[in-house]
């Protein structure tokens, strides 16, 4: 059984660096970015909690391996970093709602 944290990371790792400083050169397009896959989950049947931890997955990545390109990604590592993991849980679903709500705003 393949492990969906180590998965994750394999699919984030293999986006081109070009295409990647795309996603995140602004807040708003690592929320189109994020509303896209969310789109995508969902057409796959995947619920909200599945959902949001995935986008937990992408904001741990972030965490460890990108430094951030704009105050508003600043923040959601500061907070990240600092957070426990139901925090962490509660964040994921934050971010999935602000990407629905925002994303292609």
């Given at each position: 059984m393949t492990d969906p944290k180590r998965e994750?990371?394999?699919q984030i790792k293999e986006i081109p660096e070009?295409?990647?400083e795309d996603i995140l050169?602004?807040?708003n397009q690592f929320q189109d970015y994020l509303k896209s896959k969310i789109e995508k989950g969902e057409a796959?049947?995947?619920n909200e909690h599945q959902i949001a931890k995935g986008a937990e997955r992408v904001a741990e990545y972030l965490k460890r391996h990108e430094e951030p390109r704009n105050t508003e990604e600043k923040l959601l590592?500061?907070?990240w970093k600092v957070a426990d993991?139901?925090?962490k849980h509660a964040m994921g679903h934050i971010l999935v709602k602000l990407?629905?709500?925002h994303g292609d705003s």
């Open positions: 994750a990371e394999n070009e295409k990647k050169q602004s807040y796959l049947g995947l590592q500061e907070m993991e139901d925090e990407a629905k709500e």
